[in-house]
């Protein structure tokens, strides 16, 4: 049984598909934890289900260094195989990417390595790209910078706007992280290939 901490920092819809899907008693991972950076909505999920939640606030350190150590220590204790961003918005610093590298993979809504960063959505459609997508990466020190473990394509239609062309995608990435966590349970994904350290 894969183990998992999840860290979010919104209304948590990807969570949620995980969270459905780790109910079933086939699937091969279970949510021990859901963190965030606030007070968001998406733990509200982790709670129906009755997985424990903590919030570590980057405001109420005196340094990016220092939350990322307090960050750490919440998921340590609970020796998870996987962490999972899932709509987490704050970048980890390398001394934290460091310690859980490669075991942590990021949920991103583009294309990688077309569109990094915080506005993927607005950025693929002011581009007049045609396809644009969703990615599961490992984490590194960069801004959604680290190997891509797999992608998938969504169409930019032309009467697209922020909101629509973002649903599709959610729809797309909930899926495949679904798919991509029990892949990596069953050992058909071995994240240490993915390991730009080694």
Not at 126 to 134: D, F, L, M, P, Y
Not at 141 to 164: E, F, H, K, W
Not at 174 to 197: P, S, Y
Request: glycine content about 8%; proline content about 6%; hydrophobic content about 40%.
């Amino acid at each position: 049984m894969l183990t998992i901490v999840t860290l979010i920092s919104g209304s948590g819809s990807n969570l949620l598909s995980l969270l459905k899907a780790c109910d079933n008693p086939l699937y091969p991972a279970k949510v021990l934890a859901v963190g965030s950076d606030k007070d968001a909505t998406g733990l509200v999920h982790a709670e129906q289900y009755g997985i424990p939640t903590f919030v570590v606030e980057p405001e109420k350190f005196d340094s990016k260094h220092q939350w990322a150590e307090v960050l750490a220590a919440n998921i340590t204790h609970l020796k998870p195989d996987l962490i999972v961003l899932a709509g987490f918005m704050k970048i980890l610093p390398e001394s934290f990417t460091d310690r859980f590298s490669p075991k942590i993979i990021n949920l991103h809504p583009s294309l990688l390595p077309s569109f990094p960063g915080a506005h993927a959505v607005r950025d693929a459609l002011q581009s007049g790209e045609k396809v644009t997508g969703c990615s599961i990466h490992v984490v590194d020190a960069g801004v959604d910078t680290g190997p891509v473990i797999r992608s998938r394509q969504v169409d930019i239609l032309a009467d697209d706007d922020q909101g629509s062309l973002h649903e599709r995608i959610k729809i797309q990435e909930q899926a495949m992280l679904v798919e991509v966590v029990r892949d990596i349970a069953e050992g058909k994904i071995n994240l240490e290939d993915f390991d730009g350290n080694r």
